[in-house]
């Protein structure tokens, strides 16, 4: 079910929101200070484009950086791609079918909102905490 729900999900908005993530990683990645939020952005893009069976789980080792990076991430490049996520949502729970999937969209808001400090796991592994 998962697979069937990744490939509805990859046509439907996976590989746009994709693209978006791509876009806001490479520019991040221009100066030096960006990169790692530019490698932040290809991470949680990855988990855009193939969400289902991954779910995002807070690392405990985050701290105070994590903090000031998620804040300076927000006014760089959070809210432009939450609000992509936000579209793209109510877009998707126009149609009976697309509802899931816009809730998926919606249940990515706050991983694009703030990145640092968390990581994507698989569904099926249990997660050890660092």
Same mark, same amino acid.
């Given at each position: 079910?998962? *697979?069937? =729900?990744?490939?509805?999900? &990859?046509?439907? /908005?996976?590989?746009? =929101?994709?693209? #978006?993530?791509?876009?806001?990683?490479? &520019?991040?990645?221009?100066?030096?200070? #960006?990169?790692?939020?530019?490698? +932040? +952005?290809?991470?949680?893009?990855?988990? @855009?484009?193939?969400?289902?069976?991954? *779910?995002?789980?807070?690392?405990?080792?985050?701290?105070?950086? /994590?903090?000031?990076?998620?804040? &300076?991430?927000?006014?760089? +490049?959070? !809210? !432009?791609? @939450?609000?992509?996520?936000?579209? *793209?949502?109510?877009? &998707?729970?126009?149609?009976?079918?697309?509802?899931?999937?816009?809730? +998926?969209?919606?249940? =990515?808001?706050?991983? /694009?909102?703030?990145?640092?400090?968390?990581?994507?796991?698989? /569904?099926?592994?249990?997660?050890?905490?660092?």
């Amino acid at each position: 079910m998962k *697979t069937i =729900l990744n490939l509805i999900w &990859l046509v439907l /908005s996976g590989f746009w =929101l994709f693209l #978006g993530y791509l876009a806001a990683g490479l &520019l991040l990645c221009v100066t030096i200070i #960006g990169i790692p939020f530019g490698v +932040a +952005a290809f991470r949680i893009g990855g988990y @855009a484009l193939w969400p289902f069976g991954r *779910t995002v789980v807070d690392r405990r080792d985050a701290g105070a950086p /994590s903090f000031v990076a998620n804040v &300076l991430w927000l006014v760089l +490049a959070g !809210w !432009w791609l @939450a609000l992509g996520h936000i579209v *793209t949502g109510i877009a &998707l729970c126009v149609t009976i079918i697309g509802i899931p999937l816009g809730i +998926a969209n919606f249940k =990515l808001i706050p991983v /694009s909102l703030l990145p640092l400090g968390k990581d994507i796991v698989s /569904s099926n592994q249990p997660f050890t905490a660092r």
